[in-house]
C-alpha cells in the first residue's frame, strides 16, 4: 500500500536526474555551511529554499507539456507587463530598480522570464516547424529582445545575460542557419564601440579589470585575485573542508552567493572541482537526452533551452570566478545561497520531469 502510495506520489518525477540534482544541492549545503562561517541559521535559511523548490518542481512535474504549451503567451505578456511596471514605479535597491513592492513581499519580475521567454519562443517555433522562414526568426529575435532590453536598463547584466542565452538556445535548436549565426557575431563585433557606450560605469570598470584586475587591487579588481588565489591555493587535493583560509579569514568576498565556486575549490581542490563537474555534465547529459526524446517541437526546444541555460549558469560562474569572464552576478547553480536562483532551476527541472514522465504515458497508452 506504501510503495503504491510512493509511486503514485513520484511517477512524474525522473529518478536518475533527481538524484543527480539532491547529490548536488547536498553538496552545496556542505560548502555552504564552510563558506557562512558555520552559520547554522544560513544552512536552515537554504534548506527552506530548497525544499520550497523541490515542491514547486514536483508541481511542475505533474503538469501536462500541453498545459505549459497553452500558458507560454498569457505567461510571457505577463512577465513584459511586470517589467514594464518595474520600470515605471517599481522599488530601487542599491542602485537598481528591479523590484515591485506589493506592501506584503517585493517580487522580481525577471525571474519569470527566465521561463517565461523559452516558453514562448518554443510555442512559436511549434507553430512555425515546417519550414521557419527568415522573418520567423526575425519575430523570434523581437519577442526576446524586448525583455532583455527592460531588464539591461534596470540594470541586470546578469539575468539578461541569461535571458538571452536561454532564448538563443530556443532560436538555434528552432534551425537557425550557421550563416545568421557567424555574420549575426561579425555584427556584434563591428557594433561593439557602441555596446560600450551604452554600458554602465561599473560595467566598464568590470571589462577593463578582467584584462588586469591588478590595477584596481583593493577595489574593482579585488574579487578576481581572491577567488583566483583562493582556486590556485587548493592544489590538487584541497585544504579540507573548513579549512580554507581564504574564505575563514574572511578575504573572500560573497563567499556564499558569486564566489562559492572559490570556496570549494579551495577545500576540495581540482579533485572536488573535477567531481562537480561531473555531476554538472551528468544533469546536461540527461536533460539533452530527454530533449532529443521529445514528442513535439514545443517541448524539444523548450527542454533543450533550459539545460543549455543550467550549462550556461555553470559555465559563467566559473569562468568569472577563475577570471577568465568578467564578473556578472551568476550564481554557482545548486551551490550559491539564495531562493530565488534555486526555485527558477528547479521549476525549469520540472518541466523535463513533466516533459519526460508525460511522453512515457502518452507512449504507453
Known amino acids: ?22 547529490f548536488t544541492v547536498l553538496v552545496g549545503l556542505f560548502v555552504l555551511y564552510s563558506a557562512s562561517g558555520q552559520n ?5 535559511a537554504q534548506l527552506v529554499n530548497i525544499a520550497i523548490a523541490l515542491s514547486i518542481m514536483w508541481l511542475v512535474a505533474n503538469v501536462q507539456p500541453q498545459l505549459l504549451e497553452r500558458i507560454a503567451v498569457p505567461v510571457y505578456l505577463l512577465g513584459v507587463l511586470l517589467l514594464l511596471a518595474v520600470e515605471i514605479f517599481g522599488h530601487i535597491s542599491h542602485g537598481a530598480q528591479r523590484w515591485l513592492d506589493l506592501g506584503f513581499t517585493k517580487i ?7 521561463i517565461a521567454v523559452p516558453m514562448m519562443l ?4 511549434s507553430r512555425h516547424e515546417a519550414s521557419p522562414r527568415i522573418i520567423d526568426f526575425v519575430i523570434a529575435a523581437v519577442l526576446l529582445l524586448i525583455p532583455v532590453a527592460l531588464i539591461m536598463k534596470q ?11 536561454s532564448g538563443f538556445f530556443v532560436i538555434f535548436l528552432a534551425g537557425l542557419s550557421w550563416r545568421f549565426i557567424v555574420g549575426g557575431g561579425i555584427l556584434i563585433g563591428a557594433l561593439t564601440p557602441v555596446f560600450w557606450s551604452m554600458l554602465h560605469d561599473y560595467q566598464r570598470r568590470r571589462i577593463e579589470i578582467l584584462i588586469d584586475p591588478t590595477q584596481d587591487p583593493l577595489g574593482a579588481g579585488y574579487h578576481t585575485i581572491q577567488a ?4 590556485g591555493s587548493g592544489g590538487m587535493t584541497g585544504k579540507g573542508w573548513l579549512n580554507g583560509s581564504q574564505s575563514q579569514l574572511d578575504f ?5 552567493t558569486d564566489f562559492i565556486f572559490a570556496v570549494f575549490g579551495e577545500e576540495f581542490g581540482m579533485a572536488g572541482n573535477l567531481m562537480l563537474l561531473v555531476l554538472f555534465s551528468l544533469i546536461i547529459g540527461r536533460g539533452l537526452m530527454i530533449a532529443a526524446q521529445a514528442k513535439s517541437t514545443f517541448t524539444r526546444l523548450l527542454a533543450g533551452s533550459i539545460t543549455l541555460t543550467f550549462f ?10 577563475s577570471g577568465i569572464l568578467p564578473v556578472v552576478g551568476v550564481p554557482l547553480p545548486l551551490i550559491s545561497y539564495g531562493g530565488t536562483s534555486m526555485v527558477s532551476l528547479l521549476l525549469g527541472f520540472g518541466i523535463l520531469m513533466s516533459i519526460q514522465t508525460h511522453k512515457k504515458l502518452v507512449a504507453s497508452g
Open 1 to 22: 500500500m506504501i510503495s503504491q502510495l510512493l509511486q503514485g506520489l513520484f511517477k512524474h518525477i525522473d529518478s536518475f536526474l533527481m538524484g543527480c540534482l539532491l
Open 40 to 44: 547554522f541559521e544560513r544552512v536552515s
Open 108 to 114: 522580481q519580475p525577471s525571474e519569470i522570464m527566465r
Open 122 to 125: 518554443a510555442w512559436f517555433f
Open 155 to 165: 540594470p541586470d547584466l546578469g539575468t539578461a545575460l541569461l535571458i538571452s542565452a
Open 228 to 231: 583566483t588565489i583562493a582556486l
Open 252 to 256: 573572500l568576498p560573497e563567499r556564499t
Open 312 to 321: 550556461t549558469y555553470a559555465f559563467v560562474n566559473i569562468g568569472m570566478v
